[in-house]
């Protein structure tokens, strides 16, 4: 994905409002979701790294990192071990209590950039959602939120309102920069909350 972002924090095809702070970015953004510790997570480590190492993304969403087994430092030193020149700086944020102590699930944002902020909110059937705003240079930012939502298959008005929470926490943070979401949304794209996003 290819953007020209202003530093006014308008993204479009023109220059910024700072006088010729825009710049062009291109991004690779994907997500993944780990699956805590289930289908031999160990063998499936250097797999992952491999692919995400190919891949080269400077952003990556991840769902269900198992953090007992220290997932994200495993698959993070495997992706190194494959690509040394692939540094990715991370942020961990825990589902509420007491499915954080039961689980040991977290989401992760992992990223080429210097995260700037982040922030948390915390949504309906013990799930997560995680903000993180990205210096990607020159005064520009990326915005990014992460989460894994409700998986029932009739749990479509759960997830509506975790969209709509994470929504919310959107409009609280928006300053106009590039927003991407990730997760694992665990719907289709027939729910009403599809589009939102």
């Known amino acids: ?3 020209i972002i202003g530093g006014d924090g308008r993204v479009g095809c023109g220059g910024g409002g700072d006088g010729g702070q825009s710049q062009e970015l291109e991004l690779r953004v994907t997500t993944i979701n780990l699956r805590n510790k289930e289908d031999w997570w160990e063998d499936r ?3 992952l790294a491999e692919e995400l190492a ?6 990556v969403g991840m769902q269900e ?3 007992p087994e220290m997932q994200l430092e495993v698959l993070l030193d495997a992706v190194g071990d494959v690509d040394p020149s692939l540094a990715y700086e991370s942020e961990l944020t825990l589902k509420p209590e007491p499915y954080a102590t039961l689980t040991g699930e977290a989401l992760a944002t992992v990223t ?3 995260i700037a902020e982040t922030d948390k909110k915390f949504l309906q059937e013990g799930r997560v959602a995680s903000f993180a705003r990205l210096d990607v ?6 915005d990014i939120y992460n989460t894994h939502l409700f998986p029932d298959g009739d749990g479509a008005d759960i997830r509506a309102a975790q969209i709509e929470d994470i929504l919310e926490m959107r409009s609280e943070h928006d300053d106009g920069w590039p927003t991407f979401f990730t997760g694992d949304f665990n719907g ?6 599809y589009c939102l996003v």
């Not at 190919?54 to 952003?59: C, H, K, R, T, V």
């Not at 240079?137 to 990326?142: H, K, S």
């Open 1 to 3: 994905l290819g953007y």
């Open 45 to 47: 480590i250097p797999l």
């Open 54 to 59: 190919a891949e080269g993304a400077d952003i």
């Open 65 to 67: 990192v198992s953090t």
């Open 112 to 114: 080429r950039f210097p």
């Open 137 to 142: 240079g020159r005064g520009n930012f990326v």
């Open 188 to 193: 289709t794209d027939d729910e009403s909350w």
